[in-house]
């Protein structure tokens, strides 16, 4: 395992290699970190990723902290399975077509949650938004979290999200307790965000990696855009 330069509390950053150190020790290494109520850098279909436990309010403050998050801004995550997506709440009917076509994948529903979680993940909202994700290595480390991780991008507010380990922001990394580096992202456009309206039909919240062509093929027609940066998750 490597280690970056220290960060501002004295320490360094581990960092571990997905081919070179084998997914046994990068899952070891997660598993310590979130048990630290550590930040993570993780891989995704689309991007680098910040990990916590979901369930973790300490580590989700540092995370809010560490991006400079508007407390209205929600916090997307990633399950580990549908049956831990259905632990937040259920999938509503109207979305269920689409998640079989497309988990998993880039697509984040939202969903009412049925219990009680933390309040920055619905941000000022009433749902969560949630994928199941196309990285294997993603639903583990979701899988050691207890079933669900965030997923918000790992750049600093304002900055572009990384595809690769080399774009990270040496601030960021300075402050995380675990990098995860498995090589290039597929970059490209975010998860796709979708929710379903009072009347019962889908809603894009936010474009992305799947196309509202391919939602209208499957629901028969052609899902509402609402209105630009209301809603979006990253």
Not at 173 to 183: C, F, K, M
Request: charged share 20%; with cysteine.
């Amino acid at each position: 395992m490597g280690a970056l330069t220290g960060d501002t509390r004295g320490r360094s950053t581990p960092w571990v290699r997905l081919k070179a150190d084998g997914r046994r020790a990068v899952l070891r290494a997660a598993a310590a970190a979130f048990e630290r109520h550590g930040l993570v850098v993780f891989p995704t279909e689309t991007f680098y990723g910040l990990a916590v436990k979901a369930t973790d309010d300490e580590a989700i403050r540092r995370l809010v902290l560490l991006k400079a998050r508007e407390a209205t801004k929600p916090i997307p995550v990633i399950a580990a399975s549908r049956a831990d997506v259905e632990r937040i709440g259920p999938v509503p009917a109207a979305l269920e077509q689409v998640v079989r076509a497309f988990w998993p994948g880039p697509l984040t529903v939202a969903i009412t949650p049925a219990g009680n979680w933390p309040e920055a993940l619905l941000g000022s909202g009433r749902d969560i938004g949630v994928r199941v994700c196309g990285h294997t290595l993603a639903r583990e480390l979701a899988a050691l979290a207890g079933g669900v991780i965030t997923a918000t991008s790992a750049n600093l507010g304002g900055r572009p999200a990384a595809a690769r380990t080399d774009e990270l922001d040496p601030e960021l990394v300075r402050q995380v307790d675990l990098v995860i580096d498995a090589g290039p992202c597929q970059g490209g456009l975010p998860s796709t965000v979708v929710a379903v309206t009072a009347s019962g039909a889908l809603e894009v919240r936010r474009p992305g990696a799947v196309a509202a062509s391919e939602l209208a093929r499957l629901v028969g027609y052609t899902p509402r855009l609402r209105t630009a940066g209301a809603g979006a998750r990253r």
